[in-house]
């Protein structure tokens, strides 16, 4: 069964620490997204990236930052975590091209103190 | 800057009733359209999609309609099982390929 992996289910962090969400696909897909979701906000995008070594910043990239090494796997950055980063945060791949769903991971619920 | 949208934040539903969600896209160039399903805790799973060649298609207990001249996407599910609570939402994909997605409906089942 194919799959988008999030490291964490549950994370709590310290006002000022620098975070790491990691995400692993399996699924080849040259697209990958990091989203964040908030209750009547929706999704949204913080970054994406369309191949190893490349990033787009997304709707609300402040505050984050981004790393692709490897074609399956794009980590979220933190910098500097604070409360109004208390939030689900989704990623998601897709395959190259128009007209591909997204595969989401489970989320990582990140609860900064 | 354009959105994706659904016509109401919340929806109950008798179990064993047919449930109709509603969106409304305003990018007139996008072509294709999914939906998906979030159930508590988890991330959001596909349900199903549709491209803008046609206006129906339809799955196991679900139907998904689009009408291009409103801008109007559907979802119904057909006799709605406890199962079947969750947030749903709809997506667009305009041509710059990356998806568009609206806040949500959350749907939930009455015994």
């Known amino acids: 069964d194919v799959k988008v992996t999030q490291s964490s289910r549950y994370l709590v962090k310290r006002t000022g620490e620098k975070v790491f969400l990691e995400c692993v696909q399996d699924?080849?897909?040259?697209?990958m997204f990091w989203y964040r979701q908030d209750p009547g906000l929706g999704l949204r995008l913080i970054y994406f990236?369309?191949?190893?070594?490349?990033?787009e910043k997304g709707d609300i990239p402040e505050g984050y930052s981004v790393s692709r090494e490897k074609k399956e796997r794009f980590s979220l950055i933190l910098e500097s975590a604070s409360t109004n980063q208390t939030s689900m945060y989704l990623c998601?791949?897709?395959?190259?091209?128009?007209?591909?769903?997204?595969?989401f991971g489970s989320g990582t619920r990140l609860t900064v103190v | 800057g354009e959105s994706v949208g659904l016509h109401l934040p919340t929806l109950s539903v008798q179990e064993g009733d047919n449930s109709i969600i509603n969106c409304a896209y305003s990018?007139?160039?996008?072509?294709?359209f999914i939906w998906y399903k979030q159930e508590s805790g988890k991330g959001p799973q596909f349900i199903i999609d549709?491209?803008?060649?046609?206006d129906k298609r339809q799955g196991q207990r679900v139907t998904v309609l689009l009408n291009k001249t409103v801008k109007h996407l559907s979802l119904q599910i057909a006799a709605t099982q406890p199962g079947d609570s969750a947030v749903y939402f709809c997506?667009?994909?305009?041509?710059?390929?990356?998806?568009?997605f609206g806040a949500g409906t959350t749907v939930t089942v009455r015994a």
């Open positions: 998601a791949s897709s395959s190259r091209g128009h007209g591909y769903g997204y595969t």
């Open positions: 699924m080849d897909h040259e697209n």
């Open positions: 990236s369309y191949d190893v070594k490349m990033k």
């Open positions: 990018n007139s160039a996008s072509d294709y």
């Open positions: 549709i491209r803008s060649n046609m």
């Open positions: 997506a667009e994909n305009p041509p710059d390929y990356k998806l568009s």
